[in-house]
């Protein structure tokens, strides 16, 4: 007996305890337990498919398999070249129709290169596979798919208004930003609702809807070389260690505690003479212990919830950097990264939404996580006060990012289910439903 047919085995011995659902949403949920064995003959090809973000061959061949299913439901798709941002590109599905605009979310690459040697779909169990993107977010996609095959099944389809975008390079995005990230900006563009399918937490019974942003920072010191013999006196200062050093602690003292606010220095190099490779994030530095040390380089990153959490923390470092020792001078410069996607009441909204249709399906309530264990994520760069944003919907698992990611599969079937009737109520009813309490974990 193969682990696929255990594994529906498995899925149909514990029918859900489903709610109030009508004829049609009862129809998808049949739908996706039918099409289970061929959603996940789907995930294994996939997977096995290397697409490293650096792999641009294997990210387009991925997108090539991904673009074949939604020409199949009707979607015109399109590949949108990378070579402007040095990446392979992205995936745009669109069905254009009446009702509510909604933007669904996914990407293509993985963070593991064809130098990695995780490369292959391995079934632990009749209800666990272990892969590359098997849940980062390869998974993902796949719960997307179904849910909008089911749709299709039952006619519904035909009639909705969805666009969707699979970044091929979410895992090392391309720069400029402005240009990697301009197709997602302009699919978001009329969409009222956007739905993100990375894995969040790895747990069903949350999902995000804020997101921390990432700023990358370097720091340069300068101090006055002398006989090591001379420091702290008026003419020589204290030279760039120990300036750095000083920014750095103030650095602590003044964030470190701030509530979804970290800053982390990842690399320090200091002496005489520095080399630093910030592509490589790798340095050589150069000095002796009776030299006043001239230079000093720190690189790190800063995470925040809010652009007004970010501009803060950016003028509290700006300012311990302007507050110099004696004969040094030093130099801050910020790389913005992935913006922040605040929690916002269109969110809590539409978590709302889903965590009614999750316990209408049988797989119970849904609340939110805490953002601080939520990475960055596409969704942010389309984050709008009055849009309706929720991300973490995607196969659950553990191990993401390691050679140990593992999907279980159980909820795949179960999370395309909730999808599915959240999609084609907010077809059918929009947002009139809400507000709704949203529910506390």
Same mark, same amino acid.
């Given at each position: ?173 391309? /720069?400029? +930003? %402005?240009?990697?990230?301009? @197709?997602?900006? =302009? ?5 009222? *609702? $956007? ?107 800063? /995470?925040? +919830? %809010?652009?007004?959490?970010? @501009?803060?923390? =950016? ?5 311990? *950097? $302007? ?119």
């Amino acid at each position: 007996m193969t682990p696929k047919l255990l594994l529906l085995l498995a899925l149909a011995g514990a029918p859900p305890q489903v709610g109030n659902l009508t004829a049609e949403e009862r129809a998808l949920m049949a739908f996706v337990d039918a099409d289970n064995d061929r959603a996940l003959a789907l995930l294994e090809r996939v997977v096995n498919i290397n697409s490293g973000t650096m792999n641009l061959p294997g990210v387009r061949e991925v997108g090539a398999a991904f673009r074949a299913e939604f020409d199949a439901l009707g979607f015109k798709t399109e590949w949108v070249d990378g070579a402007p941002f040095e990446r392979a590109g992205h995936l745009v599905a669109d069905h254009p129709g009446p009702g509510p605009r909604l933007l669904l979310i996914g990407h293509l690459d993985t963070v593991f290169e064809p130098d990695s040697p995780f490369q292959k779909f391995e079934c632990k169990s009749a209800t666990s596979a272990r892969g590359p993107g098997t849940t980062d977010m390869k998974g993902g996609d796949v719960v997307m798919l179904q849910a909008l095959r089911a749709l299709h099944s039952v006619g519904t389809l035909k009639f909705m208004n969805i666009v969707v975008v699979m970044t091929g390079d979410e895992e090392a995005a391309g /720069r400029p +930003l %402005s240009a990697s990230r301009a @197709a997602l900006v =302009k699919a978001a563009q009329g969409a009222g *609702v $956007a739905i993100g399918f990375e894995d969040g937490d790895g747990d069903p019974s949350t999902a995000v809807i804020g997101r921390r942003g990432t700023t990358n920072w370097e720091l340069r010191v300068k101090g006055k070389p002398a006989h090591s013999s001379q420091i702290f006196n008026a003419e020589n200062g204290y030279g760039a260690v120990f300036e750095a050093a000083r920014i750095l602690n103030s650095f602590r003292e003044t964030l470190a505690g701030q509530l979804h606010l970290t800053f982390n220095p990842g690399v320090v190099v200091g002496g005489t003479s520095v080399d630093y490779d910030g592509p490589a994030s790798r340095g050589v530095g150069f000095g002796k212990s009776n030299v006043i040390a001239e230079h000093t380089v720190v690189t790190g990153d800063l /995470r925040a +919830l %809010s652009p007004e959490q970010f @501009a803060e923390a =950016k003028k509290s470092m700006r300012d311990i *950097v $302007a507050a110099s020792l004696p004969r040094t001078s030093a130099t801050l410069t910020f790389d913005d990264g992935y913006p922040a996607l605040a929690p916002t009441p269109a969110n809590e909204r539409l978590l709302a939404l889903y965590s009614r249709a999750s316990a209408d399906v049988g797989a119970g309530p849904v609340a939110a996580v805490d953002p601080d264990r939520a990475g960055a994520a596409d969704v942010s760069f389309i984050a709008d006060p009055t849009r309706m944003i929720l991300d973490g919907v995607g196969l659950m698992g553990t191990g993401g990012h390691t050679v140990h990611e593992t999907a279980d599969l159980r909820t795949l079937p179960s999370m395309a289910k909730r999808i599915a009737v959240l999609l084609g109520r907010l077809h059918r009813d929009g947002t009139k439903q809400l507000p709704l309490p949203v529910p506390t974990k």
